[in-house]
């Protein structure tokens, strides 16, 4: 499987402070962009939009 990995538009171009998410059916699987080797964990994919959403708020 190949899996697809992306970051935030946000996230720019300095290799700052930012993770990386590979989206699947069910989950969501969530990785730092700098230590990429370490793996990665997953959550439902529900969970993690209600992360984004709070994000968002300003909530976080």
């Known amino acids: 499987m190949n899996t697809q990995w992306h970051k935030s538009s946000y996230s720019g171009s300095d290799g700052g402070n930012c993770v990386e998410v590979a ?18 964990i997953t959550v439902p994919s529900a969970q993690w939009a209600a992360v984004v959403a709070a994000a968002k708020s300003g909530a976080l």
């Not at 989206?23 to 990665?40: C, K, L, M, W, Y």
Request: charged content about 35%.
């Open 23 to 40: 989206e699947f059916p069910s989950e969501i699987a969530v990785r730092d962009t700098q230590n990429r080797e370490a793996g990665h």
